[in-house]
């Protein structure tokens, strides 16, 4: 049907309100599933370190004599460790105008983008903690920072690397980062390894924390032949096919499958490696709890910075474990 001559549309009218919703829509994740699991301990320094001890392999020969006159073994000393802290940060700096101007979906520009870098300050955090980075004292007079030694860098026992991968090592008090191997898909044969290993170094590991690509994989393994198979729902006479798992029962006890899209959103160098965890033997070390700063200002506008001091306690990583190397993005990456 045509339109009646002369007709006043709505793109002839000046005048018309703009429509803008008063709320704003962030899709971002926003959660740090290790940060939740580990749980947190004050620190005094920034170099706060811990000592570990290990028990003598058994003594299968351990049989004496009647009237036996003793020998006495060697005393193992201890072994001291230790991480560094870091300093992490995100700023903001909104002009006056800004601040004042009515605005959609927030009151206060600088309120609204304080509460934002405080997520993505946590989801830094995060990262960094999963991380392979090294330890660093850093250097005066800002040459280099201070940084921690990450999760993968720490995990040396049970560390089920790629072809050429090597594990990193604690020296001087620095903690070194490991080697990357050849990437590889990740299998049950890798999982099955890495809790044998962890296991039989005392760890009592029950969450293993992956990336959602890895996730995926997981749930396809149980297609294996020596999986017990997942069973067809069906309630109400609808049929639910389960094609996912979150939890593993493995030999040595049940393991929740964690999915961190985090280190999705990191990318490969995070996502290549998937941990197994025993949530007490691993603590994040606070120094400086987050806080706002609001600097002098300098000009016609607010700035605020957002600040924390941390450091990662691994209180023995013989107790965890890591599938190191593995497509954790997708297929091939």
Excluded at 11 to 35: H, K, M, Q, W
Excluded at 215 to 222: M, T
Excluded at 274 to 291: E, Q
Aim: contains cysteine; aromatic residues 6%; hydrophobic residues 35%.
């Amino acid at each position: 049907m045509a339109q009646v001559a002369n007709t006043f549309e709505t793109y002839d009218a000046v005048g018309n309100r703009e429509e803008l919703a008063s709320t704003i829509s962030r899709i971002s994740p926003e959660e740090t599933p290790f940060l939740s699991l580990i749980g947190r301990q004050n620190v005094k320094t920034t170099h706060p370190e811990w000592q570990t001890d290990t028990l003598a392999t058994p003594d299968t020969t351990n049989n004496r004599p009647e009237g036996n006159d003793w020998t006495y073994d060697a005393v193992t000393a201890t072994t001291r460790i230790g991480n560094y802290t870091q300093i992490s940060d995100k700023t903001v700096i909104i002009s006056g105008s800004q601040e004042d101007t009515d605005k959609a979906g927030r009151a206060s520009e600088v309120a609204y983008q304080v509460a934002k870098k405080g997520v993505e300050l946590k989801t830094d955090q995060e990262v960094i903690l999963l991380s392979n980075q090294a330890s660093s004292p850093g250097a005066g007079n800002g040459a280099t920072n201070r940084t921690l030694a990450g999760t993968r860098a720490w995990l040396t026992t049970n560390d089920d690397m790629g072809a050429g991968g090597s594990s990193g090592s604690f020296s001087a008090g620095i903690q070194s980062a490991a080697t990357n191997g050849t990437q590889r898909a990740f299998t049950k044969t890798i999982l099955d390894s890495v809790i044998l290993s962890t296991y039989n170094a005392g760890g009592n590991p029950d969450i293993f924390m992956c990336s959602p690509y890895v996730k995926q994989v997981f749930s396809r393994i149980l297609d294996d032949a020596d999986v017990v198979p997942l069973r067809k729902e069906v309630t109400k006479g609808q049929a639910t096919i389960v094609a996912a798992a979150d939890m593993y029962q493995s030999d040595f006890g049940l393991i929740t499958m964690v999915p961190n899209r985090q280190m999705a959103r990191a990318g490969a160098t995070v996502a290549r490696n998937a941990f197994l965890i025993t949530p007490n033997m691993v603590k994040l070390g606070v120094f400086r709890d987050y806080s706002v700063e609001k600097p002098a200002k300098t000009g016609d506008a607010e700035k605020r910075v957002l600040l924390t001091e941390y450091t990662l306690i691994m209180k023995n990583e013989a107790a965890h474990g890591v599938a190191a190397d593995l497509y954790g993005l997708t297929a091939s990456t």
